[in-house]
Nanobody, 125 residues
Framework: VHLVESGGGLVQTGGSLKLTCVDS????????MGWFRQAPGKGREYVGS????????DIGGAVYGRATISRDNSKNTVYLQLNNLKPSDTAVYYC???????????????????WGQGTQVTVSS
């Protein structure tokens, strides 16, 4: 598993971004995927997750109602759509993979085995 995020950038308050995470490995469909973020001086925060088949998603409280997670296993890709962005959303966003084909959605970062390098999202006021 090798995860690479992209799609971050500078956006104004109220704007949208779609983050992409691509796995260059060959077993992507075996992994449940999560998105996390980390702002300067803060701990890693759960953003959301999606099951291995993509039929169930969970969105964390900080972005609830403003974020959507989806995946395309044929492209080894998971997406995070962020809408109505706020300055408090400024952070490095990471995708993570958990070797798990069940239906539980996990908010605990320690349960994910693989991580990307992150992509910076900056929201200006």
């Amino acid at each position: 598993v090798h995860l690479v995020e992209s799609g971050g950038g500078l956006v104004q308050t109220g704007g949208s971004l779609k983050l992409t995470c691509v796995d260059s490995g060959s077993t992507f469909e075996n992994y449940s995927m999560g998105w996390f973020r980390q702002a300067p001086g803060k701990g890693r925060e759960y953003v959301g997750s999606i099951t291995w088949v993509g039929d169930l998603t969970d969105i964390g409280g900080a972005v609830y109602g403003r974020a959507t997670i989806s995946r395309d296993n044929s492209k080894n890709t998971v997406y995070l759509q962020l809408n109505n962005l706020k300055p408090s959303d400024t952070a490095v966003y990471y995708c993570a993979a958990d070797y798990y084909r069940g239906t539980s959605l996990k908010a605990d970062a320690s349960l994910y085995e693989y991580w990307g390098q992150g992509t910076q999202v900056t929201v200006s006021s």
